[in-house]
């Protein structure tokens, strides 16, 4: 049976969809359009990171590809991590150090600190800073933030060694 031209099918958050798409849609416009508005649009060209999701666990600029591109493989956003009841390790650290101000760079962050967690064993300050290069926060809440990614990291390392 032929493919539609006009569809794309991948495994989205854990289960496999097919959507209608044009040729020249970006992923972040099919994913906000079928209502995952946790991807942010932010400035469209790959620089603040507010699009960040998971392309088989590596973090990408969704603002950038193209949702064909998307095809067959494994795509993650913020709505599959953590929850409201039960939010992620790093969500949790996020909330408890007060580090999310305006909110907008937060999933984005998130979705970047997954990849790195997802894989990397080993947590020094280069390999975390090459991850999260390329996530901006207009509140400048680096600070904040950092430091709650690093509890999660220390932790996740600490049980590595156990």
């Not at 959507?19 to 469209?44: A, S």
């Not at 507010?50 to 095809?71: G, H, I, K, N, P």
């Not at 080993?122 to 600070?143: A, H, P, S, W």
């Amino acid at each position: 049976m032929k493919k539609n031209p006009n569809t794309v099918t991948f495994t989205l958050n854990g289960e496999r969809k097919t959507f209608i798409t044009e040729p020249n849609e970006k992923l972040l416009d099919l994913l906000r359009r079928e209502g995952y508005k946790g991807t942010k649009y932010g400035c469209g060209q790959g620089t603040c990171g507010a699009c960040t999701v998971l392309l088989d666990d590596r973090a990408v600029y969704s603002c950038l590809l193209f949702a064909m591109q998307a095809e067959g493989r494994n795509v993650s956003t913020i709505e599959s991590i953590g929850s409201h009841d039960q939010p992620s390790d790093f969500q949790q650290e996020l909330i408890q150090g007060g580090a999310v101000q305006c909110g907008y760079c937060i999933p984005g962050m998130i979705m970047s600190a997954e990849a790195l967690m997802k894989a990397e064993t080993t947590f020094d300050d280069e390999i975390v800073k090459e991850y999260m290069d390329g996530n901006l926060c207009r509140c400048t809440g680096y600070e904040k933030i950092w430091a709650a990614l690093r509890k999660v990291l220390d932790r996740q390392e600490a049980a590595a060694k156990k």
